[in-house]
């Protein structure tokens, strides 16, 4: 049973997201009503929000949290914030963390939480109130047992710190649980920060473990926030080469190896690339994409690769650090040429499991080692690798995306269907 929208490209993330859970659940077999069941949301929160700014006056923003299945354990996710962000993304995104818990092992169905404002178009004080509102807005359905928000593109952990502060004073004592991606300082866990990056690395040295590791391959990073900036660093610290960089606005090329690490301490102190005066020749920010590499990272956002460059995509193996990366089309394109694409499902799912750690550490009031958190990483993170690609050897033409997949929303039928329907 293929979806309506199967003919035309998927234009939206939410279109992708639906492609790919009706293959998965042909391949799965199931049924017209459980279909109904998994591509249901369900909650769909959407609030507008006035917010005083700096000159004394009030500007009107538009806030979403999404809930989508909660029937493997409390609802997780991050918050977005970017200009263009829809509604219809922040059901996709949900969809996508609830397949990717459940192909992580973690006991949290899936959420996603977006603000339609740029935030390098306000101060931080302007930042500092318009969070402070939201989550007033959404504390209702929030909470330690219900809903943990974390950050996503356009949040951090300092946006965190506020939404903890926000719920707790409306609780009247301190509540580290209700989110994720905290400072350490006040309750976040070590290694947080570097989680998405790091899982990144050890997810691509276990797959090419009898191909000398990352060590001496070329690569390249679109993006470069917390998750390809700690990536591209942590890459280069292993020994890789990394070739091409990129954050929104500038792109950078040195066959010798671009210094991932200078730059990226460069940007962390809130500067753009494009000041940064680190040797390289400067690109087109897209054409990373097509770089002539061994590995590819795109980790910006969603629908990068598209029929429009798939053609001149040329990297062998491709590891998803974003969400949503290749739209589904592209994907059957490099498929049918023999990609390897490690799906977002896997690639970038250390965010979201030591943010599982963080609140563990939270629930507990205990503080875990940073070598406690990265081992465990790797141990999760392995693990599910080696359950993916199980399945994909398995069955007949089954992509890692695919095997993620099916391995997700399987978990998911199988927690719907022991718990049964209430009443
Ligand atoms: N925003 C991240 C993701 O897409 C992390 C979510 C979390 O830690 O809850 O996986």
Not at 141 to 168: E, F, H, K, L, R
Not at 275 to 286: K, S, V
Not at 293 to 301: K, Q, S
Not at 312 to 333: K, M, Q, Y
């Amino acid at each position: 049973m293929l979806p309506a929208v199967a003919a035309a490209e998927s234009n939206s993330a939410l279109t992708s997201a639906l492609r790919q859970f009706h293959a998965a659940a042909d391949r799965l077999g199931l049924g017209g009503q459980q279909r109904d069941i998994l591509t249901s949301f369900k909650t769909v929160f959407q609030t507008r929000f006035p917010v005083e700014m700096d000159d004394g006056s009030f500007r009107v923003f538009d806030g979403y949290r999404v809930h989508h299945n909660a029937a493997r354990g409390p609802l997780k996710g991050g918050v977005r914030y970017s200009p263009d962000v829809s509604l219809d993304d922040v059901k996709a995104l949900a969809m996508w963390m609830t397949w990717k818990c459940a192909v992580a092992g973690l006991p949290f169905g899936g959420a996603k939480g977006g603000v339609v404002v740029d935030p390098r178009a306000v101060s931080a004080n302007e930042l500092e109130n318009l969070t402070r509102r939201f989550t007033a807005e959404i504390t209702p359905i929030i909470g330690p047992d219900q809903d943990i928000p974390a950050p996503d593109m356009g949040t951090n952990a300092q946006v965190m710190a506020w939404m903890m502060d926000t719920y707790s004073m409306g609780h009247g004592h301190t509540i580290p649980g209700v989110v994720t991606g905290k400072p350490v300082s006040v309750g976040g866990s070590e290694g947080r920060y570097e989680a998405t990056g790091r899982g990144l690395l050890y997810l691509l040295e276990e797959h090419l473990a009898d191909a000398g590791g990352v060590r001496g391959k070329r690569i390249a990073v679109h993006g470069f926030g917390n998750v390809g900036g700690v990536a591209a660093r942590l890459l280069q610290r292993a020994g890789a080469r990394v070739q091409y960089i990129c954050d929104r606005d500038t792109g950078i090329w040195n066959p010798k190896g671009v210094d991932a690490a200078a730059a990226f301490a460069y940007v962390e102190a809130g500067r753009p690339l494009a000041d940064w005066d680190g040797a390289g020749e400067r690109i087109a920010p897209d054409a990373v994409l097509e770089a002539d590499v061994d590995i590819l990272v795109p980790a910006a956002r969603e629908h990068v690769i598209t029929t429009a460059n798939v053609d001149r995509v040329r990297a062998p193996l491709i590891i998803e650090g974003a969400n949503g990366p290749v739209s589904p089309e592209a994907d059957d394109a490099l498929t049918a040429r023999g990609v390897t694409i490690i799906p977002d499902l896997l690639a970038n799912a250390g965010g979201v499991t030591v943010s599982y750690f963080e609140w563990v550490q939270a629930r507990q009031y205990m503080h875990w080692r940073e070598q406690q958190v990265n081992d465990e990483l790797r141990r999760l993170l392995i693990d599910a690798y080696r359950t993916v690609v199980a399945r994909a050897v398995q069955a007949p033409n089954c992509t890692l995306r695919d095997a993620a997949q099916s391995i997700g929303i399987e978990r998911v039928v199988e927690a719907v269907t022991l718990r049964g329907i209430f009443p």
